[in-house]
């Protein structure tokens, strides 16, 4: 009888196991009152995927979600059903205007063992969070009215035929960079990473920006970022908020480009007055020289509660600092009005970023660069949304490299959960399986998670490093002792 070495059984038995991720099985969108009748069921649905679906399973699924939706209100008539548990998906609804319906059905996580020569599936019911695949959900509907404007105004711009058009249009590429696998904790937030400046490097952006509105009197609102991370902003919140997430998830990372090392670089040529320009157009047109270029620039929609604008997105970028200038979208934009714009824009922004890079890199060597700390964070502020992660290495819809395991993560979706059922403030700490401490502090509208690699410490020896990281890391912004 031969013994085999632990190593190998434990790498038969990893190839035994397979396990995959959530992912998206339907999305939809109806409205009951485009099919009251019977016969009429198909009228309701606005959009499906997967298109190729058989009808009548369409119609079925619909009028389940309906079902489940009007069973619920009996119970509460102002809050419906946001999420149904099955043992091997999960459905998300969202009524983001009167009538309308969005739908998204999330298989479980599946481990595939062996069982006697057979693939036994096991569906883990219990991983995903409802929190965060709802705001993905919400978050669909969000990035579709930017750039398209509520339902509703479709609907009164061109009936319902416009707005199938418009849905189908937008979803059937939106819905490829859904990655179901990398959400989390973030998710949730969707906050904005701000750039940290000191005052006069401030006041030269701020006095960049009045110059520019000033001489550009068509730009009726205007954006700084550097690094993907905002300066300034003269949206409202929420607006920036989903402009933000588009920039830094979708627009910026078809546009990598390696910060300029040098004054040699052969991208521009030198400018009158021995001004290096190094700027360019994200959005609009490729090539300023050709006359026959054409080129039109995204429109997006803001302030659709109120004044409800449509304007021109124009996103310039030198080196790593990049402006959005929003400008109304019944003006014409024009070559001419291009090139004004770049040669205005592109010396001084060339010469901006390159004082932001040089002013980042004083406060760098002046802060010293420290050891890997035993801790990992997560900061969101709800007032000014701002937040922070040292958790999160890389962050964009098609991936998300985190720093620690899976149920850590989840961990941190539990205890923001748990923040959310009350009002006051409160501190939460967790002995993980794998002998990982979490903490979670909420503090007048800002919360902080930490992770700390301290695995033989006790209650006490946590809470007082804790302490220490909020006098040292949150001084100035947190509160509890």
């Not at 300023?288 to 996103?315: G, M, Q, S």
């Not at 992660?389 to 720093?403: C, D, E, F, R």
Request: proline share 5%; net charge negative; glycine share 4%.
């Amino acid at each position: 009888m031969s013994l085999r070495p632990v190593s190998e059984l434990l790498m038969a038995f990893a190839v035994q196991e397979k396990h995959y991720p959530p992912s998206l099985l339907s999305f939809f969108i109806y409205n009951p009152k485009f099919g009251p009748r019977e016969g009429e069921e198909e009228k309701k649905i606005l959009f499906y995927h997967p298109s190729e679906i058989e009808k009548n399973e369409k119609i079925k699924n619909v009028g389940l979600c309906e079902a489940i939706v009007q069973f619920t209100r009996t119970f509460n008539p102002t809050k419906p059903a946001q999420s149904l548990h099955t043992q091997k998906n999960r459905q998300f609804f969202h009524e983001p205007e009167d009538g309308f319906w969005m739908v998204m059905v999330v298989q479980n996580p599946v481990v595939e063992k062996q069982k006697d020569g057979k693939a036994v599936f096991e569906y883990q019911e219990d991983e995903l969070l409802d929190k965060v695949y709802s705001s993905v959900l919400k978050q669909c509907y969000k990035m579709y009215k930017l750039f398209n404007g509520t339902f509703n105004k479709a609907m009164e711009a061109g009936g319902v035929t416009l707005l199938k058009d418009r849905l189908e249009k937008f979803f059937i590429r939106y819905l490829q960079t859904l990655h179901l696998q990398s959400c989390d904790l973030l998710d949730v937030f969707s906050g904005i990473s701000f750039f940290p400046l000191d005052k006069m490097t401030y006041l030269k952006i701020q006095s960049f920006i009045n110059r520019v509105e000033e001489n550009l009197s068509l730009v009726k609102y205007t954006a700084f970022l550097y690094n993907d991370q905002l300066i300034w902003s003269g949206l409202e919140q929420e607006d920036m908020r989903i402009l933000y997430k588009y920039l830094t998830t979708s627009l910026f990372p078809r546009h990598i480009e390696p910060e300029l090392a040098g004054r040699d670089s052969p991208l521009r040529p030198e400018m009158p007055g021995n001004l290096q320009h190094y700027g360019r157009f994200l959005t609009g047109p490729l090539n300023l020289h050709d006359p026959e270029a054409k080129f039109r620039f995204p429109k997006i929609f803001v302030n659709t509660d109120d004044n409800y604008e449509e304007l021109h997105l124009i996103v310039y970028k030198a080196m790593s600092a990049a402006v959005c200038f929003m400008i109304d979208a019944s003006v014409p934009l024009t070559p001419d009005f291009c090139r004004k714009l770049d040669s205005l824009v592109g010396p001084q922004l060339t010469v901006l970023a390159s004082d932001i890079c040089e002013q980042y890199n004083i406060n760098k060597r002046i802060s010293g660069s420290e050891k890997e700390p035993q801790f990992k964070f997560i900061y969101f502020n709800h007032m000014n949304l701002a937040e922070k992660s040292t958790i999160h290495l890389k962050k964009t819809p098609s991936v998300s490299l985190t720093s620690v395991q899976p149920e850590l993560m989840k961990i941190l979706g539990d205890i923001n959960s748990d923040f959310t059922r009350v009002d006051e403030d409160e501190e939460i700490i967790v002995k993980a399986m794998s002998d990982y401490w979490v903490v979670g502090k909420k503090s007048d509208q800002r919360e902080l998670y930490v992770i700390l690699n301290q695995k033989n410490s006790n209650l006490i020896e946590v809470n007082d490093e804790i302490k220490k990281l909020c006098a040292t890391q949150f001084s100035n912004i947190f509160f509890l002792d």
